[in-house]
Every structure is written in structure tokens, then in C-alpha cells.
């Protein structure tokens, strides 16, 4: 349970951004884990740091320069006209052209490319960047609320001196867009869990496992509704043993996606803060070089309170940390019980029931065992 160096990225403006009235999309909740944490005494425990802005230049490493200038000049009363009547570059009501669309980007991108050299220069073992993690965005388009794909961004960072790095996104959603960017290359090994059916983006079958070089390197763990804490390490644990037996990375990049709680309004899992938590325990006692990101998550009090326990956990002290929350900025956001939990509902668990979760994991393991070691 040694100490590890903590990095955590975070600027100050994020939490002002809107997606628009009624969007699920929330910023504001990125500032009310960092007002948590912060009452929890945690930013003193770590480097606490604001990143440097992404630049156009610097996100063309991923996305077409088309796009990216597109996305720096959009404003609401442009939008219509530099999106061909919303034909090209973003998706409908997901993806409005909000007032600061493109600097809370790069914010977002800025701090996962930070977070990314933080481990490559070896200054810190675990970076954080809740405002990280939009997974769905696309080389030429937005998709999904997320505009910049930070987190292809910072993988690429990686690469420039890791030979392999593991993605492992525990988001509600299938990864679609890091799967799409790192398809046919076996420097990146990709690994959603992820509700599938009838639900967006439709993508992330088990038939879905790479192309080319990239042939067996990228694995899917489609769910089923209400998923609970002991399912869902029965999946994560043996797949993500074998894939770190298998692939042995230089570094993990995890997507925290707390869509994947009970009782989000966009999720369908089971899962309680504990159990969200227990992939970042899990990963941090690998001693492997990781970051932690954002994602989805619109039930806004959990992700505050998950994103708070998952930073402690980053830290190696959430065994010391007082349930009862301390008083902040926003106490009376989780009443009733101002307690710091994500309690499970009484759904059923539909993985169990049919057996398609040892299924799904016979599956995973199978193809696992297709890399030669
Ligand atoms: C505006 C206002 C937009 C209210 C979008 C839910 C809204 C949704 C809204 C919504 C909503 C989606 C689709 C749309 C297929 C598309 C950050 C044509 C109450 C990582 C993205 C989900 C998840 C997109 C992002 C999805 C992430 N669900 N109310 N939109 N249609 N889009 O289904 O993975 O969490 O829902
Ligand atoms: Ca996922
Ligand atoms: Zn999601």
C-alpha cells in the first residue's frame, strides 16, 4: 500500500461551461468533486495543477484540420451556417454548439495531455483529469457530447515513449471513438465494459476485437441492464488479470465514467460507489503508471461523490476518509443522508439471470488467449 505521487488536473472555469437548458451533459459537476475533495483536505495530499490550454495545432494529432477549425470559430449564432445546416462536424441536440464550446475542450484535452506527460516524465505514478474521458468524439466529427477526443489525445502523448498502453473504460457507453482511433495497432490495447442493446451508440460487440495488427487488441464487454458490484468483478477482474498478464502495458489509462452507478438517469447498471471504485483500487495496486479520467455521469451528486472516494483511493487513504460528508460548497446537494455512498437499487440483474455473463467472460478470455505472451 505504498504512497504514490498524485497529479491532479483541474481548472478553475470548467465548472461555468453549459451544454444548454435541460442537456444531461453537466460540467458543473466537475466542480463539485473538486469543492469536495477539496473539503475533504485531499488537495494538499497531491500537485494540484491547472492545465495549459490544448491548442488547435495540438489536437490535430488526432482530429482533421477541418474540423478543429471548425470547432475553434462555431459560436450558437454560427453554428447553423458552418454546420451546413447540421449536416457536418456535430450531432443534433447531443452535441449543441454551446457559448465556449471550444475552450472547455481544451481544457478537457489540455488536461489529459498533461496528465499523460506528468507519467512520462516520471514525475508522478497516477494523474487525474476529471474533466477528461469524452470517448465518443471522432477524427472529423463530435459525437455523443464529446467534441475532442482527449483521451486519444493523451494515448498519443503515451506513445511517444510507452511501446504499449492499456484503455479501460467502465463508462455506461461503449468507447467508440478510442476503439475507431486505435483499431488496427497493437500498441494500444482497448477494453470497454458497457451496456449493449438498444442503447448509443450500438456499437461494441465481442465480434468487434481489432483489425490488422491490431487483430485481437481491442476487447468488448457488452452488459446487460442492472449490473451489480459482485457481476461486474466477476467480469473486470479475470479480464483485466489476463489482459495485464498478456499484454504486460507500460501504462493504463482508465475511464471513470460514472454513468455505470445505480441510479444514473442515463445509466442502466447496479453498480455502487464501492464497486465503481474497486477498477481504481484495482489498477493502482499493479504499480503500473495510470490515469485516471472523466466521462459520463448525470446524476450529478453520485459522480461528485464517486469521483471524491476514486480520488482518495488514488491517494491510498480511502480507508481513513469520513463517510459523513464534511461541510462544502454544495452540502446541501446530498441530502438526505449527506453521506459519501452510491447505494444500490433493487433491479434485477439481467447478466445473471441467462447466463450471459459467464458467456461474455468465456468469450473475453477466449480471445485473450489468442496474444501470444
Ligand atoms: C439535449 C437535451 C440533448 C436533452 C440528449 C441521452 C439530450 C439526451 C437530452 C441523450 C437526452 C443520448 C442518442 C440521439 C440517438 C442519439 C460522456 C438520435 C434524456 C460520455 C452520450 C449519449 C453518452 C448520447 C456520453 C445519446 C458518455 N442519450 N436528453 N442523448 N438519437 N444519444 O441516443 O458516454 O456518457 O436524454
Ligand atoms: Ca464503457
Ligand atoms: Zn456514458
Redesign the pocket.
Known sequence: MSKKRVAYYYDGDVGAFT??L????KPHRIRMAHDLIASYDMLDKMHVLRPKRATPETMTSFHTDEYIHFLSRVTPETAEELTFHGTRFL????N?AFEGVFEFCSISAGGSIAAAQRLTSGAADIAINWAG????AKKREAS???YINDIVLGILELLRTYPRVLYIDI???HGDGVEEAFYTTDRVMTCSFHKFGEY??GTGTQEDRGREEGRNYTVNVPLKDGITDESFRNVFEPIVSRILEVYRPSAVVLQC?A?SLAGD??GCFNITMQGHAHCVQFLRATNIPLILLG????TTKNVARTWTYETACALGIEDDIDLNLPWNEYFEWFGPRYRLEVPENNMEDLNVRDGSLDKVRRTALQQLAQIGG
Open positions: 451544454y444548454g435541460g442537456h444531461p451533459m450531432m443534433g441536440e447531443d449543441p474521458g469524452l470517448h465518443h455523443g457530447f464529446c463508462d455506461c457507453h448509443f451508440p465514467g454513468d438517469k442515463l466521462g459520463g455521469g448525470y
